[in-house]
């Protein structure tokens, strides 16, 4: 991989942007080959948490606007429309992906940066980081979620001060806002993340993945079909080897082994 590295750390999963020289902005290939990535990772017991970030400068700048303009100068049909069926395609694979994930934010998060934070599960921030929509300056607008995920998370009249300024908001006010979980210091940073997702380890994979798609549903779905997709989903669980292991171990007094099964 060029675009994005991967390490795994005992049960978490690191995924590092990898543009320094264009502050990690996004591009064809580096939607490309995250979307290839999670494929990879969806069906394996571990890593049991993921964990995306970039580096001190930045987490990413958004959207690489240079790539964009060279492809339009190629004459390539409608390379916009293209690359935003990409991170689309990333971005909701993410909010969807059946672990747990969380972005550590360093540096600038502008743009589709901050839209690829939106999509994932948690936040936690440095104190150097830098966060805004900022595509209404050169006329165009979050096209990456943004518009729909940020007023789910922070209200809508908050939401709207931030997609109509374009201006980054202060890193302790989006902490009282619910957008950031946790405000720590750079050096801190990757260790603080493991450590805010240290008690999703203990969770059986398949309920946690139930639980993550029941609660997106949620923002989508009236009371009583959440409540029937629930118990449906509640009913097969507890035929899983998952569910009959945690039984076993809360009525043995141990520490239940998971499988994903």
Same mark, same amino acid.
């Given at each position: 991989?060029?675009?994005? !590295?991967?390490?795994?750390?005992?049960?978490?999963?690191?995924?590092?942007? /990898?543009?320094?020289?264009?502050?990690?902005?996004?591009?064809?290939?580096?939607?490309?080959?995250?979307?290839?990535?999670? /494929?990879?990772?969806?069906?394996?017991?571990?890593?049991?948490?993921?964990?995306?970030?970039?580096?001190?400068? %930045?987490?990413?700048?958004?959207?690489?606007?240079? &790539?964009?303009?060279?492809?339009?100068?190629? #004459?390539?049909? /409608?390379?916009?429309?293209?690359?935003?069926?990409?991170?689309?395609?990333?971005?909701?694979?993410?909010?969807?992906?059946?672990?747990?994930?969380?972005?550590?934010?360093? #540096?600038?998060?502008?743009?589709?940066?901050?839209?690829?934070?939106? !999509?994932?599960?948690?936040?936690?921030?440095?104190?150097? %980081?830098?966060?805004?929509?900022?595509?209404?300056?050169?006329?165009?607008?979050?096209?990456?979620?943004?518009?729909?995920?940020?007023?789910?998370?922070?209200?809508?009249?908050?939401?709207?001060?931030?997609?109509?300024?374009?201006?980054?908001?202060?890193?302790?006010?989006?902490?009282?806002? #619910?957008?950031?979980?946790?405000?720590?210091? !750079?050096?801190?940073?990757?260790?603080?993340?493991?450590?805010?997702?240290?008690?999703?380890?203990?969770?059986?994979?398949?309920?946690?993945?139930?639980?993550?798609?029941?609660?997106? !549903?949620?923002?989508?779905?009236?009371?009583? &079909?959440?409540?029937?997709?629930?118990?449906?989903?509640?009913?097969?669980?507890?035929? &899983?080897?998952?569910?009959?292991?945690?039984?076993?171990?809360?009525?043995?007094?141990?520490?239940?082994?998971?499988?994903?099964?």
């Amino acid at each position: 991989m060029e675009t994005i !590295s991967y390490e795994q750390e005992g049960l978490y999963g690191i995924i590092r942007l /990898n543009r320094p020289d264009v502050l990690n902005a996004l591009n064809d290939a580096l939607c490309e080959e995250f979307i290839d990535l999670l /494929n990879k990772l969806e069906d394996e017991i571990e890593p049991r948490v993921l964990i995306i970030t970039g580096n001190e400068r %930045a987490f990413s700048a958004g959207a690489d606007l240079k &790539s964009l303009l060279a492809m339009q100068q190629l #004459g390539k049909l /409608n390379p916009t429309e293209e690359f935003l069926g990409k991170v689309k395609t990333l971005f909701n694979k993410i909010e969807r992906y059946s672990k747990p994930v969380i972005a550590a934010i360093d #540096g600038i998060a502008y743009g589709g940066g901050c839209e690829l934070a939106l !999509s994932c599960d948690f936040r936690i921030a440095s104190t150097k %980081a830098r966060i805004c929509l900022s595509e209404v300056k050169i006329g165009v607008l979050p096209a990456g979620g943004g518009t729909q995920r940020l007023p789910r998370l922070i209200g809508l009249s908050r939401a709207k001060y931030m997609l109509l300024s374009g201006e980054p908001i202060e890193i302790n006010t989006l902490y009282d806002w #619910g957008l950031l979980h946790e405000v720590v210091s !750079s050096d801190e940073l990757l260790s603080k993340a493991k450590e805010f997702a240290a008690p999703f380890l203990n969770g059986a994979p398949l309920a946690q993945k139930a639980i993550k798609n029941l609660a997106l !549903s949620s923002t989508n779905t009236d009371l009583d &079909s959440g409540l029937e997709i629930e118990k449906l989903l509640s009913n097969n669980l507890h035929h &899983s080897n998952d569910a009959k292991e945690g039984i076993a171990a809360f009525n043995q007094k141990r520490k239940p082994i998971f499988q994903g099964k």
